[in-house]
T-cell receptor, first 115, second 111 residues
Framework: NAGVTQTPKFQVLKTGQSMTLQCAQD?????MSWYRQDPGMGLRLIHY???????DQGEVPNGYNVSRSTTEDFPLRLLSAAPSQTSVYFC??????????????FGPGTRLTVL | GENVEQHPSTLSVQEGDSAVIKCTYS??????FPWYKQELGKRPQLIID?????GEKKDQRIAVTLNKTAKHFSLHITETQPEDSAVYFC??????????FGTGTRLQVTL
C-alpha cells in the first residue's frame, strides 16, 4: 500500500495563476479531506468528502474547489492564487466511523508559495 | 461549529518528567478525540485516540483522559524522552462530519 500520496511536494506560483494539488489513496477510504497548515494556526479544514460525488466545505473554503469523481482521488484546485494561500497543504483519508471520520492518515504534504 | 482550544502552546520538560497537554471543545455531541504528533517537516501521525464512551485510554507511556461533562480531554506523556520532542495536536469530531484541530503544542524534552 502506498497510503496517501500527494503531488507536487513543492510548488511556486505567481499571483493569479491556477493549479491543482493532487491527492490519491489506495486504502478504499470513504472520507477524504484537505487541510492547510500555517504557523501557530494548526491544521484548518478546507474541504472534505464522505464519498464519491459528495463534497462539503470546511473552515476555510474560499479560493479553493474540490471534486470527488472516484473513491481514490480528491484533487484541490486553486482558482486564482493569492499570497495568502502560501501554506503547507495536507490531504488525509480515513474510514467513516459512526457519523464522522475515523483515524486520519495524512499524505506527505505540498509546500506552496505564492509570489 | 466545533471549536477546539489547546494549551499550552509550548511546553519544555526535562527528560524523564511527565508532560500534560489539555484541550477543550465546544460541541457536546463530539464523540471522537484523536491526538496527533508532528515532527519537524513531517506529516501528522496519530498517537492515540479516545471515543466518548470511554473515560481513559493508555498505550505504554501515553494516556488520554476525557471529561465529557466539562468538555475537555488531556494527553499525558510519562517518562519523557528526547524523541518525544515534536508538535502535538488534539482534535474533535463535532455534529458535522468534520475533524477540528487545536492550534498545537510544541513539546521540547531537554536532557
Amino acid at each position: 500500500n502506498a497510503g496517501v500520496t500527494q503531488t507536487p511536494k513543492f510548488q511556486v506560483l505567481k499571483t493569479g495563476q491556477s493549479m491543482t494539488l493532487q491527492c490519491a489513496q489506495d486504502m478504499n477510504h470513504e472520507y477524504m479531506s484537505w487541510y492547510r497548515q500555517d504557523p501557530g494556526m494548526g491544521l484548518r479544514l478546507i474541504h472534505y468528502s464522505v464519498g464519491a460525488g459528495i463534497t462539503d466545505q470546511g473552515e476555510v473554503p474560499n479560493g479553493y474547489n474540490v471534486s470527488r469523481s472516484t473513491t481514490e482521488d480528491f484533487p484541490l484546485r486553486l482558482l486564482s492564487a493569492a499570497p495568502s494561500q502560501t501554506s503547507v497543504y495536507f490531504c488525509a483519508s480515513s474510514y467513516i466511523a459512526g457519523r464522522g471520520p475515523d483515524t486520519q492518515y495524512f499524505g506527505p504534504g505540498t509546500r506552496l508559495t505564492v509570489l | 461549529g466545533e471549536n477546539v482550544e489547546q494549551h499550552p502552546s509550548t511546553l519544555s520538560v526535562q527528560e524523564g518528567d511527565s508532560a500534560v497537554i489539555k484541550c477543550t471543545y465546544s460541541d457536546s455531541a463530539s464523540n471522537y478525540f484523536p491526538w496527533y504528533k508532528q515532527e519537524l517537516g513531517k506529516r501528522p501521525q496519530l498517537i492515540i485516540d479516545i471515543r466518548s464512551n470511554v473515560g481513559e485510554k493508555k498505550d505504554q507511556r501515553i494516556a488520554v483522559t476525557l471529561n465529557k461533562t466539562a468538555k475537555h480531554f488531556s494527553l499525558h506523556i510519562t517518562e519523557t524522552q528526547p524523541e518525544d520532542s515534536a508538535v502535538y495536536f488534539c482534535a474533535a469530531t463535532g455534529t458535522a462530519s468534520k475533524l477540528t484541530f487545536g492550534t498545537g503544542t510544541r513539546l521540547q524534552v531537554t536532557l
